[in-house]
């Protein structure tokens, strides 16, 4: 039985290594990518809410998929107050830093 909570524990720390590693991947990605700004127009929206089990409350993370002129497209995340302010189909300026939002002007 020793032995088994052993492997748990140490699943547990791993899985945990792994988040925080892969997330400070991403992380010095962005940093070391050039901040860009092109002509796009926001093709669609989406949402993804998670959590919210039991007395927690859920949480919501913004996206919004970018179109260039060539038909390249990139989704970013987005602040909510942004999110509000973007409607599918406004063609503007996308500043953006590897998988970073910087900002859309229309």
Not at 9 to 17: A, N, T
Not at 38 to 55: L, N, P, Y
Request: proline share 3%.
């Amino acid at each position: 039985m020793p032995l088994f909570f052993k492997l748990m524990f140490l699943l547990v720390i791993g899985f945990f290594v792994f988040v925080i590693f892969k997330s400070l991947k991403v992380w010095l990605s962005n940093n070391a990518s050039p901040q860009l700004s092109a002509q796009a127009i926001a093709v669609t929206k989406r949402t993804e809410v998670w959590g919210g089990s039991g007395d927690s409350s859920a949480s919501t993370s913004y996206y919004v998929t970018f179109e260039f002129q060539d038909g390249q497209r990139v989704e970013l995340m987005v602040p909510d107050k942004e999110f509000g302010l973007i409607v599918e189909g406004d063609r503007g300026q996308l500043s953006y830093q590897g998988t970073r939002f910087k900002g859309f002007v229309r």
